[in-house]
């Protein structure tokens, strides 16, 4: 067999390993899917519950034109109803909003792996001063605080993921949303004697999930 002869059955022998190697490559790689989706759907992991237990107001509402000052520390409290499967919370990001617009500037939470029915709280303190503010949004508030009820909402917008073992899933957009009811008293008498008490958080509420 000539040299020539030689190079060509040497080629056509190393493209034929070449494939062969590309065809176990993409063999593995589909069996790991396939394995992975099994799990995944087989334990059909849960969305964890969120619930608001408290908000203290550190600072008083403060209405500006149009603008709101504000600071409060929320207490947040996250449940894993997973018998198997633990959350990897990767982002979380904090925030207040008042007729959807937000009051507060958002706080990210650090990182956080939640085991199998595990609880995490999260304690943040949450301010902004002087968000700006559509008008009618800063008119509202006002007419809320004089009346002594104002309805919030503690939103939570970040990413999860799922973890059975070493095995961890790909990144879900987590959102979250809280309300929270703050309301004052009467002290001082009835009627034109009464004074309005410091607004405080109505009672713990659950929240929407979304996953």
Same mark, same amino acid.
């Given at each position: ?23 176990c490559i993409l063999a593995l790689i589909l069996i790991v899917a ?17 619930y608001l237990q408290d908000l203290q107001l550190r600072r008083a509402? =403060? &209405?500006?034109? /149009?603008? #709101? +000052? $504000?600071? *409060?520390?929320?207490?947040? !409290? ?41 609880? =995490? &709280?999260?304690? /943040?303190? #949450? +301010? $902004?001063? *002087?968000?700006?503010?559509? !008008? ?76």
């Amino acid at each position: 067999m000539s040299k020539e002869g030689k190079h060509h059955k040497h080629e056509h022998r190393l493209r034929r390993c070449c494939g062969c190697l590309a065809s176990c490559i993409l063999a593995l790689i589909l069996i790991v899917a396939f394995v992975a989706l099994v799990v995944y759907l087989a334990l059909r992991p849960s969305k964890p519950s969120f619930y608001l237990q408290d908000l203290q107001l550190r600072r008083a509402i =403060t &209405v500006g034109d /149009p603008s #709101l +000052s $504000a600071s *409060a520390q929320v207490t947040l !409290a996250s449940r894993n109803p997973n018998d198997h499967v633990g959350v990897l919370y990767r982002q979380l990001d904090v925030f207040v909003t008042y007729r959807d617009e937000p009051v507060t500037v958002p706080v990210s939470l650090p990182p956080q792996y939640q085991g199998h029915r595990d609880v =995490t &709280v999260w304690s /943040p303190v #949450l +301010s $902004a001063q *002087a968000v700006p503010v559509a !008008a009618y949004v800063a008119d509202d508030m006002k007419k809320d605080v004089e009346a002594g009820f104002v309805s919030l909402q503690v939103k939570i917008d970040g990413r999860i993921k799922w973890k059975v073992g070493s095995w961890v899933s790909g990144s879900y957009h987590l959102f979250v949303s809280c309300p929270a009811v703050l309301s004052a008293g009467f002290a001082g008498g009835a009627g034109a004697n009464a004074t309005l008490s410091a607004l405080k958080f109505a009672q713990p509420t659950g929240c929407s999930v979304e996953v």
